[in-house]
C-alpha cells in the first residue's frame, strides 16, 4: 500500500539520551554502538536510522555527536555496499528548535552527514512557563515576545545560516 515508506530505527529520545556522552566518547564506542545499531537495522528490516540525541551539553559532545554520526553513515554504508548495492540508507537526526541547544551544534558538519534533521518544533511552552504560550509557533508573537521564547522560522533560519544544507 505505501511501496515507497520509509521506516527508521529511532534510537534516544528525551528519556533516553543520557547514555550518548559516553558512547559517543570514543572510538572505540561509537563504533560499537554504530555495528550494533546496524545489526538492528538489518535484523528488523530498517530504511535507516534517526539519532535522538537531546542535547551535547558541551563542545566536546557537539565535536563527538559528528564522529558518532559518521561511524553510523560509515556502517550503513558498508553493509548497503556489501549486501544491498546501491541502496542509501538514511541516517537523520531529531534537532532542537531552540538557541541554547542547536548553538552548541555544529550544524555544517552535521549537514554533510545526514540525510535530513528533522527539526523538533514543538514543546515551546508549557507547565514549564512562566507565561502561556503556543506549544509550536511558527513565527515568534512580536505583541508579546516572552509568549514564544522560541519559534520555528528562527531555527530554521538559524540552520540554514550555520551551513546546513536546504534540500
Not at 111 to 128: E, F, K, Q, T
Not at 140 to 163: C, E, I, M
Request: net charge negative; aromatic share 12%; charged share 15%.
Amino acid at each position: 500500500a505505501h511501496r515507497n515508506l520509509k521506516v527508521l530505527l529511532s534510537i534516544g529520545g528525551w528519556t533516553w539520551s543520557t547514555n550518548f556522552a559516553t558512547t559517543a566518547a570514543s572510538a572505540a564506542s561509537r563504533s560499537t554502538f554504530a555495528k550494533s545499531a546496524v545489526t538492528l537495522l538489518k535484523d528488523w528490516g530498517f530504511d535507516g536510522i534517526d539519532i535522538d540525541w537531546e542535547y551535547p551539553a558541551s563542545d566536546e559532545d557537539a565535536a563527538n555527536m559528528v564522529l558518532l554520526l559518521q561511524a553510523v553513515r560509515n556502517e550503513l554504508d558498508a553493509y548497503a555496499s556489501k549486501h544491498t548495492p546501491g541502496y542509501h540508507f538514511q541516517l537523520t537526526i531529531a534537532a532542537p528548535a531552540g538557541s541554547s541547544h542547536y548553538s552548541k551544534l555544529r550544524l555544517a558538519d552535521l549537514g554533510r552527514i545526514v540525510d535530513y534533521i528533522n527539526l523538533m518544533a514543538y514543546d515551546y511552552a508549557g507547565s514549564w512557563s512562566s507565561v502561556a504560550g503556543h506549544s509550536a509557533n511558527l513565527y515568534a508573537n512580536t505583541d508579546l515576545p516572552q509568549s514564544t521564547p522560541f519559534n520555528t522560522d528562527d531555527a530554521v533560519k538559524a540552520y540554514l545560516d550555520a551551513g546546513v544544507p536546504s534540500h
